[in-house]
């Protein structure tokens, strides 16, 4: 993923007409994208945590997708898109995780333990933060194919 990113940057600054705004644009996101990727790596490193699921995975294909794409646009290539799962699918499936965790502590709450054991606290936190990165490093590629698009159009027009 790292190196289609800066595979990205590099097709980008070669275009001797640039504007300035949009390759700006490209730039932002495509750090915040780096920062967001190494500070899920840094928690997933840090963290025990469970074993990566199809959830996960799909997840990543579909980020992974989106940065090739981006730089089969840049190099004016066509682009086999990777199969995967259905994100609606695998956020709801994220979702219904972390609300059945969260009855779990109501149950435990209701049954008078307030005090949450810690195998329990670390899983409700570790899937709201993953699905959190996840959904924003998604978000993020969205975005940085957006920009790119927007880019080639202005440079085509100048």
């Not at 990727?37 to 959830?55: E, P, R, V």
């Not at 994220?94 to 779990?104: N, P």
């Not at 209701?110 to 978000?139: F, P, T, Y």
Request: aromatic share 8%.
């Amino acid at each position: 993923m790292v190196t289609t990113i800066y595979c990205i940057l590099a097709v980008c600054t070669t275009f001797s007409k640039c504007t300035t705004g949009k390759l700006y644009e490209i730039v932002v996101t495509q750090n915040t994208l780096l920062s967001a990727t190494a500070s899920l790596g840094t928690y997933i490193q840090i963290h025990h945590t469970t074993d990566a699921s199809k959830y996960f995975d799909a997840y990543m294909t579909a980020i992974d997708n989106q940065l090739a794409c981006s730089e089969a646009t840049l190099k004016n290539e066509t682009f086999t898109e990777i199969e995967t799962l259905n994100l609606e699918e695998t956020k709801n499936y994220l979702q219904q995780v972390f609300e059945s965790l969260s009855q779990k502590r109501n149950s435990e709450i209701d049954a008078g333990m307030l005090e949450i054991n810690s195998e329990l606290r670390e899983q409700l936190k570790e899937v709201r933060i993953i699905s959190e990165q996840l959904e924003w490093l998604h978000n993020l590629s969205k975005n940085l194919h957006t920009a790119i698009n927007g880019y080639i159009e202005r440079v085509e027009n100048l």
